[in-house]
């Protein structure tokens, strides 16, 4: 056991590092579910799996008979599969998620062999030296660019390197932190803050005499169409769901008026985008929750994007779902920028909310 097990003073920058680092494409989440197992004890939290990679994490103080909280983090990252391998032993890639093309062309990804080593690759299109003047300034589709591990034939790609079409890819980034401004620089953090943010909320009751059950997830697949949580739901079956997002932050485009993501100002809450009108009485609840604990938290109402909340709110029969949001710059890209103070404030706010509702305010959401 090491010192950020749950029953013990958890380090949140150990966690998410060692979250953020884990490669898990939709569908292929297996490597987060190794890295949360390390910082979870058994004496407080019982863990389960299903075919999906869903990773379900019970209090061990539950008893049965009260409303289920469900805590829902996905686990899978933006990633690619490998397509096809050309005669030269260039690798044909597919998106798993919403990627724009700009953010892909020239980084460095890793690659799973059939054996699970993870090989270094760099996403590759024509070189400059060799575009015409058009082709400099016009940009590259995804379905154009390839990924090169430095292999000269279709068979070391087979013999050498051991990888095969079906093949998760992810981006290679290293995690850092600067402890004189509490930034973060990662990949992933769509959405392993979310993750981090069940276990250490998880982590934070350990003692603590609750009104509910509460069972956190850790749902897969939900950059391929918010997947793996619609079956969550349906084992879970809870009673209500607060799930964590690392959602875009927008602290320095559109209109100063208008942002609702800016680093260091706090979690959001999502009243709506295109997958989820939020339940509003517990909405309501949780702004008041914050309110009476002095947290800092953004309102965040979004025409596009979608979280696990889509799938987990129409389970069952309807289930009142909120969702708090770390604001993460460059979502979808390769790298992005998250502020620890937003990370741990709502890790404060989960806790202040179980900590606070009864089974009446379940029912008169
Ligand atoms: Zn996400």
Known sequence: MTSTKTTRNPSSLELIRRLSSARGAP?????????ARQFIDPQTVRTESDSLRNFYL???????DRPVVMLDGHSDEVGFMIQSVTREGMLKIMPLGGWAPQTVLAQKVAVRSVSGKWIPGLV????PHFMKESEKSSAVNIEDMVIDVGAVSAEEITDIFGIEPGAPVVPHADFEFNS?????????????????????TLSRLVNADLAVDVVGVFSSQEEAGLRGAQVAARKVRPQAAIVFEGAPADDFHGNAEARQGVLKKGPQIRHADRS??????????????????????????????????????????????????????????????????????????????????????????
């Open 27 to 35: 569908g292929f989440e297996d490597e987060v579910l190794d890295a």
């Open 58 to 64: 019970y209090r061990n103080q539950n008893s049965g």
């Open 124 to 127: 590759a299109a024509k070189p």
């Open 180 to 200: 004189e401004t509490g930034v973060m620089l990662g990949k992933a953090f769509d959405n392993r803050l979310g993750c981090a943010a069940v276990l250490e």
């Open 276 to 365: 989820m009108i939020a339940n509003p009485r517990f909405t309501r609840f949780a702004r008041e929750t914050a309110q009476m604990n002095e947290l800092p938290f953004q309102d965040a109402v979004r025409a596009s994007g979608g979280t696990d909340g889509g799938s987990i709110h129409l389970s069952g029969a309807g289930i009142p779902t909120i969702v708090i949001s770390v604001p993460v710059r460059y979502i979808h890209s390769p790298y992005g920028f998250a502020a620890l103070a937003d990370f741990e404030h709502a890790v404060d706010w989960c806790e202040a909310i179980l900590k606070r509702i009864k089974p009446e305010d379940i029912t008169s959401f």
